[in-house]
């Protein structure tokens, strides 16, 4: 078998998941999207089960991706803590019910009831009722952004995103040593996260001009691997 | 790998500029997929402005460094001219001089109006507005196929399309009309071009075209007229619904408030006053947001961000989109549907790493064809070279088009500062600009004296002038004069380009009394020839094009990085002030040769 090719089906699949726009797909759907010859390496046919494709492609998965157990499917998908899945879906559907967000989660129900829970207790997500009683999620408004970073290292995408958001007062050009300076993370940590948005396209990076920036707010910008220095960013996927 | 077709690469290395510096001049295959979403936004605009002429709107394009702004205003031109139903389209680059805002925007839209669209010089944006008036002036239609009109015609057409015209839009300029019809008579052309651009005509052209003195006009007046001229063709442009798109570039230019200030009282124009004209500026994201959208009025700056694009990076597709088209434009690689010399699957990994910006997908290619090319690196190319090669090359863009760099004392003001500053006189200009005639003032040290503070160091002023008229320019001497009266230690410079003659005597005879004065009070004349004068403007917007980080160097990993002011500075130490070329020399030999 071609190592060299296998090693890179993590990429293919964030490939595939950044085209398709979402964060996770089923097995199948996965497998269906490979290459031919990506599937020929690994003996994938449709005629398969679901488990014995996901023992085919796991060992290749990396640390960015991770399987997804949910009510009715397997998924694999960007590596997530349940709470990320919970807040992205109550960001972009404000007032959805606990049951229909739970039904469009890749989350068993155990794991998605405990998530939620968490974040009521921590007044991250807040619960509201119609008139009918029908309860409505949203997220809080007040939720701070040292709060969500401490509040999972997996939940560092959204503590980014939520930065980005408030250093940038809405802006779409956001300097990064604010960000930075926003989140009071280790280097490693910020350009580790940083990384993963660049890799799935979430965010874009721009050159600007160093000559109106002080050493500090340079050292604090982010270079890198060849070497090439970047000053702000862009959000421009969703969480 | 097959030898033979490499070489066609080494012959011709599709990569090696990542750089548009002119819309007019655009070189390689579009990609349309890239920053689609700001293209179809702004045509939809310019569609719009078509339809509905008297619409307010303006166009905001934001980008950082290498995201294809200045690509994409020529993506607009591109389009323009393959449409049925074309718009005008100016291009714009900073104005340097706040006093004469309207003068500036008058004249760059004029003379792109006047820039050939095709092989044929003749092909202008304006001979298509011009005969579509005489088309429509003509008793007989089908016989104007050409611009080729008798006397007799020529008044006939003249006093249907005044009357046409006024009856349509009482608030026409008649002057505009009657200037612009002229344009049509050959031996009138060049005279009623260049009042159509604001320039003071001599006593000849302006009685050739029977149009006021604008000697006699202050600057406001002057200023008013020039909206009166813009707001005339906006009537036109209105009636042949054709918009015209004013696209402001290099905005990181603007240094003072002054500036961004009369930039903004040019949008509000386009938008407010002046029909079917759809202003479009283009900032760095960052820039905008932090700087300039605070500093101009807000009525401005909302106008602007309603209907604001930002540039994206590239995906992995169009990164390798932007490569096959650069790859095709090579000589004798025509036919070829690969990605040959790369290999396809390398070059999506290394742009599957991010969003990369247009600028990055081919200094990234390029660096890749070159290690196929050549297993040695090539040596690194120094900033002062690479500065070198710009400015060569800016002075043959110059050289090749100098119609469309009219006489600019603001520009020719930006590089005698820079000169002055930087070069071999290293002397602090003061503020330039507050005084009518004078251009620089500053101090130098007398030659062969040491420059000790206090000692040997006697006031100079620099003044410029590219006035026609003789009535300007003797006021120009005679400032110079006063300042030597009043200064007898000091120096006067007196520079004039050498597009703006000046006749010997019999004609301006008085001028040229007055130039002699002048010499015998010690002041020195420097009139620039065309290459000089083309020299001055390359290192004007050579300056520009450093400020907009649009000139880079291989830096550490042999990753781009955009050459510094410092470098630039530098450059015009060693090169520009020396005598390799020919660009200051007679400033310095002015300066050296100063008796005291």
């Not at chain 1, 085209?19 to 994938?44: C, E, H, M």
């Not at chain 2, 002057?175 to 052309?189: D, I, K, P, T």
């Not at chain 2, 063709?233 to 798109?245: A, D, I």
């Not at chain 2, 010997?504 to 290459?531: C, H, I, M, S």
Request: hydrophobic share 40%; with cysteine.
């Amino acid at each position: 078998m071609d190592q060299q090719h296998l090693s890179d089906i993590a990429q293919d699949i964030q490939r595939i998941l950044h085209k398709r726009g979402k964060d996770y797909l089923t097995v199948r759907q996965i497998s269906a999207s490979l290459s031919r010859r990506v599937r020929q390496q690994l003996s994938l046919a449709t005629r398969h089960s679901t488990a014995d494709m996901l023992k085919k492609l796991t060992p290749w998965l990396g640390e960015s991706l991770q399987v997804y157990h949910g009510p009715t499917s397997i998924y694999i998908g960007h590596k997530r803590s349940p709470a990320e899945f919970i807040l992205q879906r109550v960001q972009q559907h404000p007032g959805i019910s606990p049951t229909q967000l739970g039904l469009g989660l890749p989350l068993s129900k155990r794991n998605y009831i405990t998530a939620l829970n968490d974040l009521l207790g921590t007044g991250t997500v807040v619960c509201t009722f119609k008139d009918n009683h029908m309860p409505m999620l949203h997220l809080s408004s007040h939720a701070p952004v040292q709060g969500l970073a401490q509040a999972s290292a997996e939940d560092d995408r959204l503590a980014f995103h939520t930065a980005y958001n408030t250093v940038g007062h809405g802006r779409s050009f956001v300097r990064i040593h604010r960000l930075r300076d926003a989140l009071p993370w280790p280097r490693q940590r910020f350009d580790g996260v940083l990384r993963a948005l660049l890799a799935d396209y979430t965010v874009e990076l721009h050159g600007g001009d160093p000559s109106v920036m002080t050493e500090e707010e340079l050292r604090h910008s982010f270079t890198d691997a060849d070497g090439t220095l970047y000053i702000a960013l862009s959000w421009r996927g969703h969480l | 790998m097959d030898d033979a077709r490499l070489d066609l690469f080494r012959r011709h290395n599709p990569f090696t500029s990542s750089s548009v510096g002119d819309p007019w001049e655009a070189t390689y295959p579009d990609v349309p997929s890239i920053n689609e979403h700001a293209f179809r936004g702004l045509w939809q605009l310019i569609e719009q402005k078509t339809r509905s002429p008297a619409l307010n709107c303006a166009g905001l394009i934001l980008g950082e460094v290498g995201s294809g702004k200045t690509h994409l205003l020529g993506r607009i031109l591109t389009q323009s001219k393959q449409t049925h139903s074309p718009c005008a389209f100016a291009y714009i680059q900073p104005l340097e001089d706040p006093e004469q805002t309207y003068r500036y925007l008058l004249r760059e839209v004029m003379v792109n109006l006047f820039h050939p669209m095709a092989a044929s010089p003749q092909a202008t944006q304006f001979r298509r507005l011009v005969t579509k008036v005489f088309l429509e002036g003509s008793p007989d239609r089908q016989a104007l196929a050409r611009l080729v009109i008798t006397p007799s015609t020529f008044a006939a057409i003249q006093q249907r399309v005044m009357r046409l015209l006024r009856a349509a839009y009482p608030a026409i300029s008649g002057h505009f009309v009657r200037v612009l019809l002229q344009y049509a008579v050959l031996e009138r052309r060049t005279a009623a071009m260049q009042w159509l651009t604001g320039s003071v005509l001599d006593d000849a052209d302006a009685a050739l075209l029977q149009v006021p003195d604008r000697t006699r006009l202050s600057t406001a007046s002057l200023e008013a007229e020039a909206r009166d001229i813009l707001t005339s063709l906006g009537f036109l442009l209105t009636r042949y619904h054709q918009p015209l798109v004013v696209c402001f570039d290099r905005l990181e230019n603007l240094e003072t408030d002054e500036h961004i200030h009369a930039l903004g009282k040019m949008v509000e124009f386009l938008v407010d006053k002046a029909q079917a004209m759809l202003p479009v500026v283009c900032f760095r994201g960052m820039q905008w947001e932090e700087k300039f959208r605070h500093k101009l009025n807000q009525h401005v700056s909302s106008r602007l961000e309603t209907n604001k694009f930002e540039l994206r990076g590239c995906t992995p597709e169009q990164a390798l989109a932007i490569v096959r088209n650069r790859l095709v434009v090579v000589p004798g690689n025509e036919q070829a549907e690969t990605l040959f010399p790369f290999d396809s699957e390398e070059l999506l990994k290394t742009f599957h790493l991010g969003l990369y910006s247009p600028r990055r997908v081919i200094t990234l290619a390029n660096q890749r064809l070159r290690q196929l090319l050549d297993e040695d690196p090539l040596p690194p190319v120094s900033p002062l070279q690479k500065l070198q090669e710009a400015f060569a090359s800016q002075y043959q863009a110059i050289m090749r088009d100098f119609e469309r760099y009219q006489p600019d004392r603001g520009r020719l003001r930006r590089a005698l500062e820079l000169y002055v500053r930087y070069g071999s006189p290293k002397c602090v200009p003061a503020e330039s600009g507050q005084e009518r005639y004078i251009d620089v003032t500053t101090t130098v040290h007398l030659a062969g004296t040491t420059p000790v503070p206090g000692t040997g160091v006697v006031p100079v002023i620099f003044l410029i002038d590219v006035e026609p008229h003789h009535a300007a320019v003797g006021a120009c001497l005679a400032r110079g004069i006063a300042f030597l009266e009043e200064e007898p230690s000091g120096r006067v410079v007196y520079i004039r380009e050498a597009r703006c003659p000046f006749p010997p005597p019999p004609t301006w005879e008085a001028t040229n009394k007055k130039l002699q004065l002048f010499k015998g009070y010690g002041g020195r004349v420097v009139f620039l020839d065309g290459e000089q004068a083309a020299r001055w403007y390359a290192l004007a917007l050579l300056s520009y094009a450093v400020r907009e980080q649009d000139i880079t160097v291989a830096g550490p990993n042999n990753t781009p990085r955009p050459i510094t002011f410092e470098e630039f500075t530098a450059f015009i130490e060693q090169d520009i002030s020396t005598q390799k070329t020919r660009t200051f020399q007679e400033i310095e030999v002015a300066l050296a040769t100063m008796e005291p």
